[in-house]
């Protein structure tokens, strides 16, 4: 039997929550009034430490393969101890925004019109991305060119995969890097101090398109839909970056670092002490570049002049944020800057990152900062590497809240 929760948020959505009847009391009692409770702090486990076998714990719950969605849907009412972040992790730096600071937002609409006009607005619009990407990292696009009602039909099938049988589910679940389309949660368990309140479906396009039978049913044709969408975008947000450095239009694609994809569809499920932990732990995205699709939840936040500042969700709009791979090659001209996505009540959350990758056919070709970029005066701030190395060393580390960057400094 299924129950039904259903509650407006902001911008007049409704986002219809299901769930099985028997946890309908631990998903009713998140959306009351938050009772204050004593804070749970790593210090307070000091007592029990001897008796925790935290390997045995994520063990145990990995071989559910049903993810945090699982363990929600089994009941618990408390957010279990691996996924309990340190209160000084959670709260670095310190302080949220309290500055109206906002994440820019570029409108792309006439980019590429082949007039006077035209050629004014592109000169505009690649000043606003040089400008966002040199002193952000991050933009929100609209009029991008992906249909709305393609991104909407998107969110929809993620939050479909993820509340479809735990069987069906199951099926998908794998911590194979090699496996094109899987299902799993926290890609770092087994390597990270603490885990994050979310499970991805993820889809790897880096030798091209998928066969229809990769997919899971239930997201096909909508997954190869918006794919198809996002790749111009992905071919336009090159040329246009390649402008904002001050390159040839065709450079960025000339040396082929913006040329493949992977696409992580992550569901945060509501959570029951969001206080203890988090939706996805700061860290910097290792790609080329990222477009991310939100919904209208909200949580995302990127770090800004040691300020944490929300990206607040806007319907229609993409987020784009360089990656490290971008940071390295135009040897910090754009940043690549750290970003989180916190734990909360409502929910579930469901976005999509498109993660853009150096051609797969190269996946050993050796990228150093672009020779414009350096000179005597301004040196190589980086050795050279690969995606395949740099991507290793990303994954061996995990989600720790060190930057990866720093170990390819020169
Ligand atoms: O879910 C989000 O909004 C962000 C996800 C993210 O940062 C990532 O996949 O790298």
Redesign the pocket.
């Known amino acids: 039997m299924f129950g039904i929760l259903c509650h407006s948020l902001f911008n007049g959505h409704q986002s219809f929550k299901f769930v099985s009847s028997n946890n309908l009391t631990t998903l009713t009692s998140n959306y009351l009034p938050i009772i204050k409770k004593k804070k749970k702090t790593m210090s307070s486990f000091d007592d029990d430490d001897v008796q925790y076998d935290r390997a045995k714990e994520i063990k145990k719950f990995d071989d559910t393969k049903l993810g945090v969605k699982g363990l929600l849907d089994s009941g618990v009412m408390k957010v279990p101890r691996f996924l309990i972040h340190l209160e000084e992790t959670l709260q670095n730096p310190s302080s949220s925004s309290s500055l109206c600071l906002n994440v820019p937002v570029i409108d792309l609409k006439g980019y590429d019109d082949d007039n006077d006009d035209g050629i004014i607005r592109r000169s505009n619009i690649v000043s606003e991305i040089k400008e966002a990407s040199s002193k952000w990292g991050f933009f929100q696009m609209v009029n991008h060119g992906v249909p709305i009602s393609v991104m909407d039909e998107l969110l929809n099938v993620i939050r479909e995969f993820h509340e479809q049988p735990s069987e069906v589910k199951k099926e998908w679940y794998s911590r194979d890097h090699k496996v094109k389309v899987r299902f799993y949660c926290n890609g770092d368990l087994f390597v990270s101090k603490a885990a994050n309140w979310?499970d991805t479906i993820a889809f790897d396009f880096q030798d091209g398109p998928l066969k229809p039978q990769d997919y899971p049913l239930i997201c096909r044709n909508v997954v190869s839909k918006y794919m198809e969408h996002v790749s111009k975008l992905r071919e336009n947000l090159s040329e246009l970056l390649s402008e904002a450095l001050g390159l040839r239009r065709d450079y960025l694609s000339s040396i082929e670092c913006m040329k493949s994809e992977t696409m992580?569809c992550?569901y945060?499920p509501p959570c029951p002490e969001p206080e203890l932990t988090i939706?996805?732990s700061k860290?910097s995205?290792p790609s080329s570049l990222?477009i991310?699709l939100?919904d209208f939840i909200g949580?995302?936040q990127v770090l800004h002049q040691d300020q944490w500042v929300d990206i607040t969700p806007i319907h229609g709009a993409l987020v784009a944020n360089i990656g490290d791979f971008m940071q390295l090659i135009t040897n910090d001209k754009f940043k690549s800057v750290e970003?989180r996505?916190l734990a909360r009540r409502i929910g579930p959350?469901a976005?999509a990152?498109c993660?853009i990758y150096p051609s797969a056919t190269h996946r050993n070709k050796q990228y150093g900062p672009i020779e414009a970029f350096t000179s005597n005066q301004s040196p190589s701030k980086y050795k050279k590497t690969s995606s395949n190395e740099y991507l290793g060393y990303y994954r061996s580390k995990g989600l720790d809240g060190n930057k990866a960057l720093p170990y390819f400094r020169v």
């Open positions: 979310r992580v992550h945060y939706g996805t860290h995205d990222t991310l939100q949580g995302l970003h996505v959350r976005s990152a993660h």
